[in-house]
């Protein structure tokens, strides 16, 4: 074979066409639904291919396996399962909000969605609703296209009278894309479309006094807010909530409403592992009781009706799949034949241009064939004219055909109408009934031509069936809204004795935790020559906090740290700090605790204790420092602390009023003593320690074994105002440590 006959190609760039078009493949015919009819190909050829044979809403059911097999053969060539998945979930009520499909027999439940049975033993026909898709599909309104094989056509997509895809949701992973969009309310769905209709230049705020937002199949809550839900609704990506629905029974919980898509057995069996490790004390007993009239009643049986249920839910909701979490990303196909993200505004937008180009399609589809009939009557109404010509005509001619058209002047259709008639339709009554056909037909026509030529008549039509279609199909909203969520879980401080302790953060980095506040950490024994970094006296049950060098807050339970009998063990181990990192502070409190927070470089803050913790072993970035800055130790604040000192390594003191500092959740901070950028940046001058002070405590400055002791009254003349240099505390240098000695001589720093 001649070496010119092949076509040579790099593997790169084949590699990258075969990529692409198999990701545009996956996209646009198998993953993405249309913004027109909401449906992916599949689930519009199985809808398709029922309305083929004659399986609508009126009809007997058929088994599914006729379908499926009709689907495959003729317009979907992939796998039967696959087919009849997305059949089933079509037919599920959990699944979609408006099913399309109405399925006799198992179908399976929203405990376990794929427990349904094979296709040969379930039956299936269209519901009603499935109707507003493929009711006006032979009226003109859609293109058509070949089949896999081209023996058959079948429809580019369905001319939907309604957005569709907002009602049921949907989604899908293609290459590099997704889609997740939840399911929507119809009434607000149509009001909202309506209004759009009316008013094209409404605005999101507008339209969202109309959608409230995701509506679902049960009473299950959604959880956002306003503002989450106007960003996701403006964005098109965003992500909100689902809580279960509960009430309580004297000393029992009953759930009677699961998150979308969440399982009952799932949910049970994530609780009875709580119970097995003994974090839900409170609880005794677990049942499922649904049945068929009530598919969704798990009961949770408590101690006693004395127990928090508001509390235990709480931590159910953080804790199991009560509460789950729901993306929503609209990305769906165009109008214009590619993948686009759209805001809830734009998308609806878009389904009236659809919609109207559908209508206006169908209007003239029936246009013509009121003029053909027209046309027709036009000719068959002449023959009453002369009939004993036409009869004679038929009677002797050779070519009747031709000889009526010359006779009558009519066009080859109105020639073979007439030959076609039958005798006994020449009857006076038969001319009536012509008459009153032509009469109505151009009234129909008249009114036709009326609404392709107005855009307001247009309007009203889409406008009206959509009003006819809320009062045929409508229903009031039944998933409730709530702003925020109060989950939390408890299981880890609540439920476990609580008693004094101290944690002890060493300099290498190990930590421990010691009974009791009386012990001395300084006496413990450390690794080699290792020794005591900071520590803070608190409770088991609450977190304890560390600060890094570089100004991130970790946090750990308190009561799961090694026993201070050992050496304990390093803090890396625990979290996903940054390589070389120093763990300079630590903290333990309630809530509303308050610390004063610096570093090095002169700036700081009050901060509460809620904002310090985390949630992640990455921790949380909490204090944003200058360039070449250190963190320092966290010093917590007393109700009666009224003043913060601050020394500089060359012996300067400043002392202002607390009040002065602000309390800030995280960042920067405000500057506690001015320290000169360039020689914080060479490390000639720089905040060394800071404290504490209430009005009539005492100061303790100490420089190796020297220490200096100044009482209030000496103190005072150090007292400026913040960010300011200080004053010279006499020739000290490099002081090591500040102490407050309050007034009972009780070292409680």
Do not use: C
Not at 119 to 133: G, H, I, Q, W
Request: charged content about 30%; aromatic content about 6%; glycine content about 6%.
């Amino acid at each position: 074979m001649a070496k010119d006959q092949f076509n040579s190609i790099s593997l790169k760039k084949y590699a990258e066409e075969s990529y692409l078009n198999y990701a545009m493949y996956v996209i646009l015919d198998r993953a993405l639904p249309n913004v027109g009819d909401g449906l992916k190909p599949v689930q519009r050829r199985i809808l398709y291919a029922m309305s083929e044979l004659g399986l609508d809403a009126s009809s007997k059911y058929k088994k599914s396996a006729r379908t499926v097999g009709d689907v495959i053969g003729k317009f979907h060539p992939h796998g039967d399962s696959a087919a009849y998945e997305a059949m089933v979930l079509m037919a599920q009520n959990f699944s979609f909000k408006y099913p399309l499909v109405d399925g006799q027999g198992n179908w399976g439940s929203q405990d376990d969605p794929k427990s349904f049975a094979a296709m040969r033993y379930t039956e299936s026909k269209l519901t009603s609703f499935a109707n507003l898709l493929i009711s006006e599909l032979r009226s003109g309104t859609v293109d058509w296209q070949p089949n896999f094989d081209g023996s058959l056509l079948e429809p580019v997509i369905f001319p939907s009278k309604i957005p569709m895809i907002l009602l049921n949701g949907t989604s899908g992973i293609a290459v590099g894309m997704a889609t997740d969009i939840p399911s929507h309310n119809i009434n607000e769905i149509i009001n909202a479309t309506i209004k759009l209709l009316e008013k094209p230049k409404s605005e999101l705020k507008d339209i969202l006094k109309v959608i409230k937002g995701p509506d679902f199949s049960n009473k299950s809550s959604i959880v956002a807010s306003d503002e989450e839900l106007e960003e996701m609704y403006e964005t098109g990506r965003g992500g909100f909530k689902i809580q279960a629905n509960w009430k309580q029974e004297k000393n029992q919980i009953v759930i009677d409403a699961l998150p979308y898509q969440a399982s009952g057995s799932k949910i049970l069996e994530q609780i009875a592992e709580q119970m097995v490790n003994k974090k839900l004390p409170m609880v005794i007993d677990l049942a499922d009781e649904g049945d068929h009239e009530f598919p969704v009643r798990l009961v949770i049986t408590l101690k006693s009706n004395r127990v928090n249920a508001d509390d235990l839910m709480n931590h159910l909701f953080a804790s199991t799949d009560l509460q789950k979490s729901y993306r929503m990303n609209m990305n769906l196909i165009s109008l214009k034949g590619g993948p686009k993200v759209f805001s809830l505004v734009e998308l609806l937008k878009e389904w009236i241009l659809f919609r109207k180009d559908t209508v206006k399609r169908k209007l003239e589809h029936r246009l013509d064939q009121v003029n053909d009939r027209l046309h027709i009557l036009e000719g068959l109404l002449l023959i009453f004219i002369d009939i004993d010509k036409v009869i004679k005509i038929i009677r002797k001619s050779e070519e009747p055909k031709k000889d009526l058209i010359k006779a009558f002047k009519l066009s080859e259709i109105q020639a073979n109408a007439i030959l076609d008639i039958k005798l006994r339709q020449i009857a006076k009554l038969e001319q009536i009934k012509l008459e009153n056909e032509r009469d109505q037909l151009n009234k129909e026509q008249e009114d036709i031509e009326k609404i392709l030529k107005s855009k307001t008549r247009l309007k009203t039509l889409i406008k009206n069936e959509l009003i006819e279609i809320k009062e045929t199909f409508g229903e009031e909203r039944i998933s409730p809204i709530i702003e925020s969520s109060k989950a939390k879980i408890f299981s880890e401080e609540e439920t476990i004795v609580t008693e004094p302790i101290t944690v002890v953060l060493s300099k290498a980095g190990w930590i421990r935790s010691a009974k009791g506040h009386e012990i001395d950490p300084k006496s413990l024994s450390y690794r080699g020559d290792d020794s005591l970094q900071d520590f803070a006296r608190g409770k088991s049950n609450q977190l304890a906090v560390f600060l890094d060098s570089n100004g991130r807050a970790y946090s750990i339970p308190s009561h799961s740290l090694p026993s201070a009998r050992g050496m304990g063990e390093p803090i890396t181990g625990r979290l996903n700090a940054d390589s070389g990192v120093q763990f300079v502070s630590s903290v333990i409190g309630n809530n509303e605790d308050r610390f004063l927070i610096m570093n090095s470089g002169g700036f700081g803050y009050i901060a509460h204790y809620e904002n310090m913790t985390s949630n992640t072993k990455n921790g949380r970035a909490f204090m944003k420092l200058p360039e070449n800055a250190q963190m320092l130790k966290s010093i917590p604040v007393r109700e009666n602390h009224t003043h913060i000192a601050a020394v500089s390594n060359i012996g300067k003191l400043l002392i202002f009023e607390i009040s002065e500092l602000p309390i800030l959740g995280k960042g920067k901070g405000n500057k506690i003593i001015n320290i000169p950028k360039a020689k914080l940046a060479s490390g000639e001058e720089f905040m060394a320690h800071a404290q504490l002070l209430a009005i009539d405590s005492s100061l303790k400055i100490e420089v190796g074994k020297r220490s200096v002791t100044l009482k209030p009254k000496d103190w005072s003349e150090y007292i400026l105002s913040r960010a300011k240099r200080g004053k010279k505390v006499g020739k000290l240098i490099n002081i090591e440590r500040l102490t407050e000695e309050v007034k009972s001589s009780k070292d409680e720093s």
